[in-house]
Each structure stands twice: as C-alpha cells, then as structure tokens.
C-alpha cells in the first residue's frame, strides 16, 4: 500500500501511549492522526477520522478496546492491532473473534510496533510469540480423558508468595512499564529488576508479564 498509514492510538498510560506515539512519528511511512484514553474517545475518532490503523489497549478507564475492535471492524476502512499486557487465552481469543488482525504484548520493543504495523498493512497478523500457544490451546483443546491439575493458589497463599518489592515490581508491570522504567522508578538496576521478574515468573507458574499479570488478577495479587 502506497502513501502514509494512518493510525489512531488509545491507552490510558500516558507514559505506554507517549512510546508508542514517538515511534510511529519517527517512522517516515506512519502518520499518528490521534491520539486517544477511553473507548468513547477512541469512538469518536473511529467516526470522524477513519483512521488505517487502530492501536489499541483492551482494559480502559471506561471500558474495554474490544468494543473499538469490533467498531472497526463493521466500518470495514480500520485495521486493529491490539497492545496490552494481557496475553492469555481468554483475550487473545476474544480480541481476534472481534476483528483484529494482530496482537502484541506490552513489553515488545517500542521499534518493533513500527514494524508490526507495516507489516499487518501489508497482509501479515503480527503476533507476539509467547502468545501463540493460547491459540494452539483454542483450537486443540487438550483431551477430556487428560487428568484436571489441580489448582492450589488463592488469595491468601498468594499474598504469601511474592515479597514487597516483588509486588511493586509486579504492579509496575501490569501497567506497561519497561524493564528500564521500572529499574528507574524503584531506584534498582535493570539486572536486579530482571531478577525479581524471573523470581515472579517462577512464583506464579508464568512464562510471559502478560500472563503473570492475568494469574495475578486471578488470585488477587492485583
């Protein structure tokens, strides 16, 4: 496709939203024609300006970007990629159901979304990697023969789980921060960070922030 993508950007964590807009207007093939917090925001912009691109969140202050996605997708002229932390099954899924053609975790390089975008506007469904088993889960249920695994977390045995700075770096990451802001607003180093955050990945069974954050809303972490 020839001339300038144009794309349309709602999240509500400005410092997430100002990343992803810097690196769009560093890129000559991309135009950012808007930039939006909630869904009604988000709407109106739909409407008035017919953007190519919509780049998304799913959980925002007034509803959820799937209800953008689904907007776009009726006016037939809007691609939607979505970026948020959340990557397990349930919003993968629910997410592609309602018509968007990629899907990428927040904690992908800022440059990489440039080129996850010019790559869906050329026929591609960009996809975050650790994502794509939730997909082989949906289509290749596992067999109803196979033993249930029991679940043992709760609330309280949760809470016993993760120290207090590993909380606060578990918060820091379900609101889209980098392993560098984080490191900046704790006042640690990026090794240390990435230190807890595999310690939290093994706490909590996970192997990805996105899923470390959807097991933590489960059992009350968040």
């Known amino acids: 496709m020839s001339g300038l993508h144009r794309i349309l950007i709602v999240e509500d964590q400005e410092h997430t939203r100002n990343r992803l807009a810097d690196a ?6 991309l135009s950012l024609v808007a930039e939006a917090e909630t869904v009604a925001e988000g709407m109106e912009y739909l409407a008035s300006l017919k953007p190519d691109v919509l780049l998304t969140d799913l959980n925002l ?16 002229t809007t691609e939607s990629m979505v970026i948020t ?19 990428l975790l927040k904690d992908c390089d800022a440059v990489d979304v440039s080129k996850a975008i010019l790559q869906m506007r050329s026929g591609g469904s960009p996809i975050s990697p650790s994502i794509a088993r939730h997909l082989l889960k ?10 249930p695994v029991p679940d ?18 578990l918060r820091l990451i379900a609101k889209g ?9 704790l006042s640690l180093s990026v090794h240390t960070v990435t230190s807890h955050i ?5 706490k909590l069974a996970v192997g990805s922030r996105g899923e470390a954050v959807y097991e933590a809303s489960q059992i009350g972490l968040l």
Not at 61 to 76: F, K, S, V
Not at 86 to 100: I, N, W
């Open 24 to 29: 769009i207007r560093q890129h000559p093939d």
């Open 198 to 202: 595999k310690h939290i990945y093994r």
């Open 177 to 185: 921060f980098s392993y560098q802001e984080i490191a900046e607003t």
């Open 61 to 76: 202050p007034d509803g959820n970007g799937i209800e953008l996605i689904r907007t776009a997708a009726a006016g037939n």
């Open 85 to 103: 932390v959340f990557g397990d099954e349930k919003h993968v899924v629910s997410a592609l159901q309602a018509g968007a053609t990629g899907y």
């Open 138 to 147: 949906h289509f290749h249920p596992p067999q109803m023969d196979a033993a």
């Open 152 to 169: 043992s977390k709760t609330p309280q045995s949760g809470n016993k789980v993760l120290t207090k700075r590993e909380h606060e770096v």
